[in-house]
């Protein structure tokens, strides 16, 4: 505990703010509760669970924030196939009723339980028994069904040591359990999410493996189809993301979004709350909530 005088001299401790993360509802490892609570306990103070292509867990996660007293943001991550490739959209303060939103993302998750047989099929070509039995004792139900779930049946099995190398080995593109899929297009997506009230964020722009040309088309197309914000701040990002991306979002005029997208305790080195923080000269998507 740091003690701090009463003096009103002192700033207030400012917010951290983790707007991205994974419950049980998508392919994370805690129920939406306990992400909130472990939140909660790490100081974290106005956080949204934006699980992939679901609203599911919403509800449990809004009634825990008001238990633990921390600021609560509705989201979800959307699954996009921009240009062959997948890329994340991610949607905060969006209406968890709205049918629109709902019924796009019911279709990224009818593609799910497909997509995992085809998946179990290519790993049973190595040698790769019961995968999709074994995916899904991870996950809560068949269109739930990630990469993540395969992950960590691979790794339960022995077939490799840990979650860093199993995505390496197995399902990454030209990896023997990587197969293509089609998911929502780039603007239906932003779409669905401005339907719902929300505001979309480009999720972790530095995953994508793309050249300057490339990424600049891509961002203005986000833009065009009424996107706000890209993560300049990403668990996945490195120090060195950080002032390239924020140098996009000034170019494009877009606000600036932080998260952790924390998964799992002790996977992939990420934590609720642990964010670097955002560079003085980004606005951030919270600066009129
Ligand atoms: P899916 O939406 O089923 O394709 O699964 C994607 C999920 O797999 C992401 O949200 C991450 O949680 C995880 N993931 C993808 N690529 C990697 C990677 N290279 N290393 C670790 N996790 C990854
Ligand atoms: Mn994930
Ligand atoms: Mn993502
Ligand atoms: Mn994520």
Known sequence: MIARPSS????????????????????????????????????????ALTDHDTLSGLPEAAAAAEEAGLRFIAGVEVSV????????????????????????????RGGRQARAERIAAALAAVGVGNAYVGALAHAGSPEALSRTHFARFLV????????????KKFLVKGKPGYVSHQWAELADAVG???????????????????GRDSMRRLIGEFKAAGGEAIEVVAGSHGAEHIPVFAR?????????????????????????????????????????W
């Not at 509802?25 to 306990?34: C, K, N, V, W």
């Not at 991610?90 to 209406?95: A, H, T």
């Not at 979004?257 to 799992?264: N, Y």
Request: proline share 6%; net charge negative.
């Open 8 to 47: 009103s001299s002192f700033p207030p401790l400012s917010v951290i703010f983790d707007l991205h993360c994974h419950s049980t509802a998508s392919d994370g490892a805690l129920t939406p509760r306990d992400v909130v609570l472990r939140a909660a306990r790490l100081g974290v103070g106005a956080l």
């Open 81 to 108: 196939t921009w240009q062959g490739r997948t890329v994340h959209v991610v949607g905060l303060n969006v209406r968890p009723d709205d049918p629109t939103l709902l019924d796009g993302l019911a279709g990224n």
């Open 156 to 167: 339960e099995r022995g077939h490799v040591k840990d979650m860093k190398t199993v995505f």
């Open 192 to 210: 669905w999410i401005r339907a719902a009230g929300g505001q979309a964020v480009l999720a972790h722009p530095g995953r994508y493996d793309l």
């Open 248 to 288: 996009y979002a000034d170019e494009f005029e877009l606000l600036a979004s932080a998260g952790s997208d924390f998964h799992a305790p002790g996977e992939g080195g990420r934590e609720l709350g642990r964010l670097r923080t955002l560079p003085d000269a980004c606005r951030p998507i919270w600066k009129d």
